[in-house]
Protein backbone atom coordinates (compact mmCIF):
# COMPACT_ATOMS: atom_id res chain seq x y z
CA UNK A 1 0.00 0.00 0.00
CA UNK A 2 2.71 2.29 0.73
CA UNK A 3 4.35 2.01 -2.48
CA UNK A 4 1.14 2.46 -4.39
CA UNK A 5 0.91 5.89 -2.50
CA UNK A 6 4.31 6.92 -4.03
CA UNK A 7 3.16 7.18 -7.25
CA UNK A 8 0.53 9.03 -9.26
CA UNK A 9 -2.88 10.29 -8.28
CA UNK A 10 -4.80 7.88 -9.28
CA UNK A 11 -2.31 5.14 -7.91
CA UNK A 12 -2.87 7.13 -4.09
CA UNK A 13 -6.85 6.79 -4.65
CA UNK A 14 -6.14 3.08 -5.29
CA UNK A 15 -4.75 2.84 -1.32
CA UNK A 16 -7.14 4.82 -0.30
CA UNK A 17 -9.85 2.16 -1.82
CA UNK A 18 -7.52 -0.56 -0.05
CA UNK A 19 -7.26 1.19 3.39
CA UNK A 20 -11.06 2.06 3.78
CA UNK A 21 -11.78 -1.90 2.94
CA UNK A 22 -9.27 -2.82 5.61
CA UNK A 23 -11.12 -0.28 8.38
CA UNK A 24 -7.47 -0.43 10.66
CA UNK A 25 -5.05 2.35 12.47
CA UNK A 26 -2.58 0.47 10.71
CA UNK A 27 -3.62 2.71 7.85
CA UNK A 28 -3.65 5.92 9.48
CA UNK A 29 0.13 6.73 8.71
CA UNK A 30 -1.28 6.71 5.49
CA UNK A 31 -4.21 8.79 5.60
CA UNK A 32 -2.27 11.22 7.49
CA UNK A 33 0.35 11.46 4.55
CA UNK A 34 -2.63 12.25 2.21
CA UNK A 35 -3.53 15.41 4.18
CA UNK A 36 -0.20 16.94 2.58
CA UNK A 37 -0.83 15.73 -0.76
CA UNK A 38 -1.02 18.44 -3.46
CA UNK A 39 -4.04 17.17 -5.07
CA UNK A 40 -7.02 18.28 -3.44
CA UNK A 41 -9.22 15.43 -4.32
CA UNK A 42 -6.77 13.14 -2.01
CA UNK A 43 -6.75 15.90 0.47
CA UNK A 44 -10.64 15.19 1.25
CA UNK A 45 -10.87 11.38 0.97
CA UNK A 46 -7.76 11.02 3.68
CA UNK A 47 -9.73 13.43 5.97
CA UNK A 48 -12.72 11.50 4.99
CA UNK A 49 -11.48 8.08 5.71
CA UNK A 50 -9.34 9.56 9.01
CA UNK A 51 -12.85 11.03 10.72
CA UNK A 52 -14.08 7.59 10.32
CA UNK A 53 -11.34 6.33 13.20
CA UNK A 54 -12.88 9.35 15.65
Known sequence: MFSLFQC??????KAFKIAEE???KS?????????KD???????ISAL???KFK
Open 38 to 44: ISSEVVE
Open 8 to 13: NKENKL
Open 49 to 51: LIR
Open 27 to 35: TLPILQKGL
Open 22 to 24: LAE
